[in-house]
């Protein structure tokens, strides 16, 4: 018996397909011609930051055991389902797959963690299939083999979640997707917060089922493969779904965000999480974003608050002067007409500064406001008259309308890595021991 990762990517389009849904022919597939699976489907994303993205950035990984005789025909399954389900004619889509025999080498997870975080080049990967005699086949430019690589070096032995998809029969697609919404609304009121993200609290708007013509009817997450298994149960649905399958994940870790410890270390296209001093009081711009900046000892930079973030917008609108924050987003590099700016995913509002309005005296007589007569003139009433250089200048201290805490962007402007609030206290720290009975269809 061999081990064999099989990771592959870019097979999909703006308009049709998914990477996903190629995974789950497989898996059907494989089973068939007696091929063990060592974990569930793994679905990666990448670093969602980086300027040549594919739609969703997800890469595929299947891990499996099989006799050594069984290896070519795998090769020639796999290479064959992709070449027929790719989106080959697409001037964007550059599937690639890969190949590895062996248990997966530190250099290929360090690889991995690099293009989840940051931005990586084909001859790097290029260069350590080589190195760890792994196997590569890249569809027109091949770039596919970057993600592929990438999605057999994460393991997912830290954290990680769990997504069930159902996908559609080929004459739905394109159609509206045809659940009903208030059996998604008991899902999420049977489920949650074991599953996260089914529905916007702010809209109510149904986030499972994306609105595009490709194969997926739905997408559940959750924190087990049981709980999604039977969220994906309690959907009741007016099409046939033709196949479903569970895949663990690295949705909702915050995987992609890399703590840096000082400013000046935020590099384009790297997400981060930053601590610093609001130097600028926030401004709206044209669409109702809200723009504001944060300094420390090594320089300065700019925080974007989108107006489809929500509740992230609002807080960020009351953010003053002095105010301690920790930044977390992708990072967009310095143009003619902004500079270099984090587009806030999340934001903990460490400490708040006082915020406090001078104004002068009441009047002792009459309890108006009184005016100034100029520097250190002292002050007159302009009801009763009555003057004072005695009186002074009163300092108030302006109640704020924000509390500390952590605020993240409404669910349904959230990325697919973004860690929700109901994600805190659940992280993971290791794998599953083996899958659970009945993890795909068929
Ligand atoms: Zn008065």
């Known amino acids: 018996m061999v081990e064999m990762h099989i990771g592959f990517d870019d097979t999909d389009s703006p ?54 005789n069984l290896l070519d025909k795998i090769i020639i399954t796999v290479i064959d389902t992709i ?22 080498p530190q250099e290929i997870k360090d690889f991995s963690k690099r293009t989840v975080q940051g931005l990586v080049e084909q001859r790097q990967a290029l260069k350590l299939i080589k190195r760890f005699k792994a196997e590569a ?23 990680h979640t769990y997504e069930i998809i159902a996908y559609r029969t080929p004459e739905n697609l394109g159609t509206p997707r045809k659940i009903h919404s208030s059996s998604v609304t008991e899902m999420n009121e049977k489920t949650s917060p074991f599953t996260f993200n089914n529905i916007d609290p702010e809209t109510g708007r149904i986030l499972i089922t994306p609105r595009g013509p490709d194969p997926i009817l739905y997408g559940i997450r959750g924190e087990n493969p049981e709980v999604v298994r039977l969220a994906h149960e309690m959907i009741r649905r007016e099409e046939p779904v033709e196949r479903w399958m569970i895949f663990r994940t690295n949705h909702g870790t915050d995987s992609h965000l890399r703590k840096v410890s000082s400013i000046v270390k935020i590099q384009p296209y790297k997400p981060v999480d930053v601590q610093g001093v609001v130097t600028k009081e926030p401004r709206v711009i ?64 460490l400490k708040l500064a006082p915020k406090t309005t001078i104004l002068n005296p009441t009047c002792p007589d009459c309890g108006r406001r009184m005016k100034s007569m100029g520097t250190r003139k002292g002050f007159r009433c302009k009801k009763c008259g009555f003057r004072s250089s005695q009186l002074e200048k009163l300092v108030v201290k302006e109640e704020r309308k924000l509390k500390k805490g952590l605020y993240i962007t409404s669910p349904r402007s959230q990325r697919h890595l973004t860690k929700p609030l109901c994600r805190y206290g659940r992280e993971k720290s290791s794998a599953p021991k083996r899958t659970i009975e009945g993890w795909h269809f068929p």
């Open 137 to 159: 086949l890249g569809f027109k430019k091949g770039r596919g083999i970057i993600g592929g690589l990438a999605a057999i070096g994460e393991s997912l032995n830290g954290d």
């Open 83 to 104: 070449e027929v389900n790719a989106e080959l004619n697409y001037e964007g889509t550059d599937p690639g797959v890969v190949f590895l025999f062996h248990k997966v």
């Open 15 to 68: 308009k049709r397909g998914c990477t996903t849904y190629i995974a789950a022919l497989l898996v059907e597939k494989l089973s068939s011609i007696g091929v063990s699976f060592i974990d569930y489907p793994h679905l990666i994303r990448l670093n969602p930051n980086v300027p040549w993205k594919t739609r969703g950035n997800g890469a595929l990984c299947l891990r499996i055991r099989c006799n050594d």
């Open 286 to 349: 044209q669409g109702g974003h809200i723009i504001f900046s944060i300094r420390d000892e090594t320089g300065e930079v700019d925080c974007a608050a989108y107006e489809p973030t929500g509740t992230l917008c609002q807080i960020s609108k009351n953010l003053t002067v002095g105010d301690l924050i920790e930044a977390f987003g992708g990072v967009r590099p310095s143009s003619s007409k902004h500079s270099k700016t984090i587009n806030l995913e999340k934001m903990r509002i």
